[in-house]
Structure formats: structure tokens, C-alpha cells
């Protein structure tokens, strides 16, 4: 063995940087109740020490796991704490990071069976649930990405591919320069995301048409074209501000009558199918042909997991197809063909580790509460003079201010007090405040505490 191999060995043995993390990451959790949700300025300055050129040398690792941890630590931002609003994103369960710590020593590449029977195993497992949760059809199939936005490209990628079969073209032989042309649907509300995925695929903006939106951001049907099979709809299940689901039913029928494809975006909305206190909302959303979601996100797995569901598994596999002489398929589920990637994580065992600890019960409750929480905030901030400009059917809230000014005040000053944190937005081509409810973590208390501090913002700006 040579000099590295021999540090290695010894490294893995004593177990020692394993420790060190440990401690490092339970001293973190014991204290983020006191930390700032967003770093100072101070902080901040610190990251300076690891700009230096690429070492000749190795070092000692235990110095290097210090560094991280003193200057890393402080300049996170505290998401997995009660006070993060901002980006819809999500908490870890305790059993998601947990499980999570145990598969990153497996280090598990999910592409193939004969890489990972646990793995192949969990995500055929995960997709029988996901199935049973969403109350999709028996025969959909899901494929583990990165999230949504890979997810949305898989799930278009296979309307591409089933779309211009009908109109009698197989793009993967011919390519997309001479074929027919397909017409992409969008309302107005639609995720950024998806525009880019539509651009990845070859369609160019030009494709797509425009549908107006209502006053919360849901497509208008009545608006809609004359449908066709040269058709790909994308619908959303809580629109990234407003948190407003589409009509699903009503679209999804006018799409099957006319052999349309219908995708459904629901990085963060599509968990409120899991209680019936959503019903109205997501009524429908099992008419769809391909669906897009974040565990990450309302499910607070750690990151990054999100689902692609395609209820035509020849379409999702077809336009995802891998080819490779060395590849060695099996008669188990092999992960790899229901995603863009072949090499990947196996994040489907920290998702498996969250809907069995949770259940059913479990996911209806957490859904309930993040959806409770909204309530009270945007009942809080009415009760101060706070404008909510949303329908609070979910977990999104949107507020304003009097003025355009002084929102953007407000908002920059709650950002910059470390208390809490939001992000801004344009709302019917105003800025507006963008709280977003995920964290399993968050109580009524620091609801109570972030809108104080909102309150107390709003003061300190009509002084300025």
C-alpha cells in the first residue's frame, strides 16, 4: 500500500472524523434556536479564509472538519429551523436525516439493481405508496431526480415522445428538425421552470400559448384552445405564490377527449392530496398523465429528492432510454430507466424512511398543519394592518404593504433582523411579501415571533 492508501485505511478505522462530524453536527442542532436564520455580516466576512489556491499538499483532516464546522456552521442558513419562510423550502424529519446519515456510509449508486438491491428495492416500494398516497393509476411509475425541475423535463420528455408518436413520428430515430409540430399549453401563473424545461427539449418559447390566469394565479379554462393530439398541457398544483391549484378535472376532460397530454406540476401541492381537507382543490389530479413533486419540500425529506410519476411507463422509459453494452439490466426494478441520469443518488431510501414512519395519518396531519400555520400568519398580519392578497388555501401567504416602498423596506429590514426569513415577489406586477409554510419545525410561537418582527420592520421603515 503507498502512504495515502495507508492514511485512508487508518482514517476509516479509527472512525475518528465520523466522531468529530457528530459532535460537530449535534452542537449545531443545540444551538440553532438561538441562531440567526440568515448570517451577519461578520459572518459572512469569514468565508474569505477558504479562498486559496488548490493545495499542493495534503492536510490534516480533523483541522479541515474544524474549518468547516467554525466558519461553515454560522454562515448556513437556518431552513431547518422554525423561522425559515422563504423558497418553499423544506425541513429534515429527524428519521429523514438520520436515515439519510446511514445511506451516505452505504454510498449508494441507484442506477441498477446489481448496484443496490436496497435501493431498487425502496424506490419500487416508494412508487407502490406514492401510487396509493396520490391515488393514482396502478400502472404509473416513478422515477427519483434531483426535484422538480428534472422531473417536470422527464415528465415533458415523455409527452414529447408519446405526443408525435400519434402524429406518427418516433423522435428518438428521427430527431425534432423535421417533426411535427406539437403546441405547448401554459397558463400565465406557470413555474419558470418549466419554461426552461420546455427550452432543454427543443421546443423554443415560441411553442408555447399563453393562458390567462384568475386573480390566484389558476389557468382560466374557458380560455383555453381547441385541443388536439399535437397538445401538452402543464397545470399546477399550488402555484408558487399564491399556492391556487388548477382545475384539474375540468382540463384533464377536455384533454382526454381531444388525446392531449396532460403534466401536472406539483413540486410542493401535490402532498395535499394526502387529506381529505383538500379535497376541492385536488380533485381531478389523478386524471393527469404525468406528474412532477419535492419530497424535499411539504414532506421535509432532507434535499435533494424529488419524483417524477408518468402513468405511460413506455413513454417515461422511451424517452429516458440508456444504452450501453456494459449495462447489466435485471428483473428487478432498475432505477436508471426512469430517469435522465444513470449515476444517482439513492435518495429514494430517505423517502421510503418518511412516508413509513409517517404513514398516512402521519402525512394528512403534517399537510394540516403547514396549512394551519398559513392561517394564523396571514390572520396575525391582517389583524395589524398587513394586506394578504391570496386565498390561503395552502401553505402560501402573499402580503403588502400601503405602498410598493415600503413593502420592499419591510421585506429587506425582516431579512436583515435575522429573526426570520421570506422572500420578495411581483404579484399582479406589484412587489409583494412571500411566506411560505414547510418546516415541520414551526410553531405558533414563531409565527407570533416572525410577525413581531414584520410589525416592527414595517416601523423602522416609515422612519427611514
Same mark, same amino acid.
Given at each position: 500500500?503507498?502512504?495515502?492508501?495507508?492514511?485512508?485505511?487508518?482514517?476509516?478505522?479509527?472512525?475518528?472524523?465520523?466522531?468529530?462530524?457528530?459532535?460537530?453536527?449535534?452542537?449545531? $442542532?443545540? &444551538?440553532?434556536?438561538?441562531?440567526?436564520?440568515?448570517?451577519?455580516?461578520?459572518?459572512?466576512?469569514?468565508?474569505?479564509?477558504?479562498?486559496?489556491?488548490?493545495?499542493?499538499?495534503?492536510?490534516?483532516?480533523?483541522?479541515?472538519?474544524?474549518?468547516?464546522?467554525?466558519?461553515?456552521?454560522?454562515?448556513?442558513?437556518?431552513?431547518?429551523?422554525?423561522? %425559515?419562510?422563504?423558497?418553499?423550502?423544506?425541513?429534515?424529519?429527524?428519521?429523514?436525516?438520520?436515515?439519510?446519515?446511514?445511506?451516505?456510509?452505504?454510498?449508494?449508486?441507484?442506477?441498477? %439493481?446489481?448496484?443496490?438491491?436496497?435501493?431498487? !428495492?425502496?424506490?419500487?416500494?416508494?412508487?407502490?405508496?406514492?401510487? /396509493?398516497?396520490?391515488?393514482?393509476?396502478?400502472?404509473?411509475?416513478?422515477?427519483?431526480?434531483?426535484?422538480?425541475?428534472?422531473?417536470?423535463?422527464?415528465? #415533458?420528455?415523455?409527452?414529447?415522445?408519446? /405526443?408525435?408518436?400519434?402524429?406518427?413520428?418516433?423522435?428518438?430515430?428521427?430527431?425534432?428538425?423535421?417533426?411535427?409540430?406539437?403546441?405547448?399549453?401554459?397558463? !400565465?401563473?406557470?413555474?419558470?421552470?418549466?419554461? !426552461?424545461?420546455?427550452?432543454?427539449?427543443?421546443?423554443?418559447?415560441?411553442?408555447?400559448?399563453?393562458?390567462? *390566469?384568475?386573480?390566484?394565479?389558476?389557468?382560466?379554462?374557458?380560455?383555453?384552445?381547441?385541443?388536439?393530439?399535437? *397538445?401538452? #398541457?402543464? #397545470? /399546477?398544483?399550488?402555484?408558487?405564490?399564491?399556492?391556487?391549484?388548477?382545475?384539474?378535472?375540468?382540463? *384533464?376532460? #377536455?384533454?382526454?377527449?381531444?388525446?392531449?397530454?396532460?403534466?401536472?406540476?406539483?413540486?410542493?401541492?401535490?402532498?395535499? =392530496?394526502? +387529506?381529505?381537507?383538500?379535497?376541492?382543490?385536488? =380533485?381531478?389530479?389523478?386524471?393527469?398523465?404525468?406528474?412532477?413533486?419535492?419530497?424535499?419540500?411539504?414532506?421535509?425529506?432532507? %434535499?435533494?429528492?424529488?419524483?417524477?410519476?408518468?402513468?405511460?411507463?413506455?413513454?417515461?422509459? +422511451?424517452?429516458?432510454?440508456? &444504452?450501453?453494452?456494459? $449495462?447489466?439490466?435485471?428483473?428487478?426494478?432498475? @432505477?436508471?430507466?426512469?430517469?435522465?441520469?444513470?449515476?444517482?443518488?439513492?435518495?429514494?431510501?430517505?423517502?421510503?424512511?418518511?412516508?413509513?414512519?409517517?404513514?398516512?395519518?402521519?402525512?394528512?396531519?403534517?399537510?394540516? &398543519?403547514?396549512?394551519?400555520?398559513?392561517?394564523?400568519?396571514?390572520?396575525?398580519?391582517?389583524?395589524? @394592518?398587513?394586506?394578504?392578497?391570496?386565498?390561503?388555501?395552502?401553505?402560501?401567504?402573499?402580503?403588502?404593504?400601503?405602498?410598493?416602498?415600503?413593502?420592499?423596506?419591510?421585506?429587506?429590514?425582516?431579512?436583515?433582523?435575522?429573526?426570520?426569513?421570506?422572500?420578495?415577489?411581483?404579484?399582479?406586477?406589484?412587489?409583494?411579501?412571500?411566506?411560505?409554510?414547510? +418546516?415541520?419545525?414551526?410553531?405558533?410561537?414563531?409565527?407570533?415571533?416572525?410577525?413581531?418582527?414584520?410589525?416592527?420592520?414595517? +416601523?423602522?421603515?416609515?422612519?427611514?
Amino acid at each position: 500500500m503507498n502512504k495515502l492508501q495507508d492514511q485512508l485505511f487508518a482514517q476509516q478505522k479509527s472512525k475518528a472524523l465520523l466522531k468529530q462530524a457528530q459532535v460537530a453536527a449535534f452542537e449545531y $442542532i443545540d &444551538q440553532q434556536p438561538n441562531q440567526r436564520v440568515f448570517p451577519d455580516e461578520a459572518s459572512i466576512k469569514k468565508l474569505s479564509i477558504f479562498e486559496e489556491s488548490l493545495p499542493e499538499l495534503t492536510c490534516d483532516p480533523a483541522l479541515l472538519l474544524e474549518l468547516l464546522d467554525t466558519v461553515g456552521s454560522v454562515n448556513t442558513v437556518a431552513q431547518t429551523g422554525g423561522r %425559515y419562510f422563504g423558497f418553499v423550502n423544506g425541513n429534515a424529519l429527524p428519521v429523514t436525516l438520520a436515515a439519510k446519515w446511514l445511506s451516505d456510509v452505504w454510498d449508494q449508486n441507484a442506477a441498477l %439493481y446489481v448496484m443496490s438491491p436496497i435501493a431498487s !428495492k425502496l424506490e419500487s416500494i416508494c412508487q407502490t405508496w406514492l401510487n /396509493q398516497l396520490f391515488h393514482l393509476p396502478k400502472q404509473t411509475v416513478a422515477g427519483f431526480v434531483s426535484g422538480t425541475s428534472i422531473a417536470t423535463l422527464s415528465g #415533458l420528455a415523455a409527452a414529447r415522445f408519446r /405526443q408525435l408518436q400519434k402524429l406518427g413520428w418516433d423522435v428518438n430515430q428521427q430527431g425534432l428538425f423535421s417533426a411535427p409540430k406539437l403546441r405547448l399549453i401554459l397558463g !400565465k401563473q406557470t413555474h419558470g421552470t418549466v419554461a !426552461k424545461a420546455i427550452s432543454l427539449l427543443g421546443f423554443g418559447q415560441a411553442s408555447i400559448e399563453w393562458i390567462d *390566469c384568475d386573480d390566484q394565479g389558476r389557468m382560466i379554462v374557458d380560455q383555453l384552445p381547441l385541443l388536439d393530439a399535437s *397538445c401538452i #398541457l402543464v #397545470l /399546477q398544483a399550488g402555484n408558487v405564490n399564491s399556492g391556487a391549484f388548477d382545475d384539474f378535472t375540468r382540463v *384533464c376532460q #377536455l384533454a382526454q377527449q381531444a388525446q392531449a397530454w396532460v403534466h401536472i406540476d406539483g413540486a410542493f401541492g401535490l402532498w395535499a =392530496k394526502a +387529506s381529505k381537507v383538500f379535497d376541492k382543490h385536488t =380533485k381531478g389530479m389523478e386524471l393527469a398523465d404525468s406528474w412532477s413533486v419535492d419530497a424535499h419540500k411539504t414532506l421535509n425529506t432532507p %434535499y435533494d429528492c424529488g419524483v417524477v410519476m408518468c402513468k405511460d411507463a413506455e413513454a417515461l422509459t +422511451s424517452a429516458l432510454h440508456q &444504452q450501453g453494452s456494459y $449495462i447489466q439490466l435485471s428483473e428487478q426494478r432498475d @432505477g436508471l430507466l426512469y430517469t435522465p441520469e444513470m449515476s444517482k443518488r439513492a435518495r429514494a431510501i430517505e423517502l421510503w424512511a418518511a412516508m413509513k414512519y409517517l404513514g398516512r395519518w402521519g402525512i394528512a396531519e403534517l399537510v394540516e &398543519q403547514l396549512h394551519s400555520h398559513a392561517q394564523l400568519f396571514a390572520g396575525l398580519l391582517t389583524d395589524h @394592518g398587513f394586506t394578504v392578497l391570496n386565498d390561503v388555501v395552502f401553505n402560501q401567504v402573499i402580503i403588502s404593504c400601503e405602498t410598493e416602498q415600503l413593502t420592499q423596506q419591510t421585506l429587506m429590514l425582516v431579512q436583515q433582523s435575522g429573526e426570520c426569513w421570506c422572500g420578495g415577489s411581483v404579484w399582479q406586477e406589484k412587489s409583494v411579501i412571500r411566506i411560505s409554510l414547510c +418546516s415541520w419545525a414551526t410553531t405558533e410561537q414563531d409565527i407570533k415571533h416572525a410577525v413581531d418582527t414584520f410589525i416592527q420592520a414595517r +416601523s423602522q421603515a416609515l422612519k427611514t
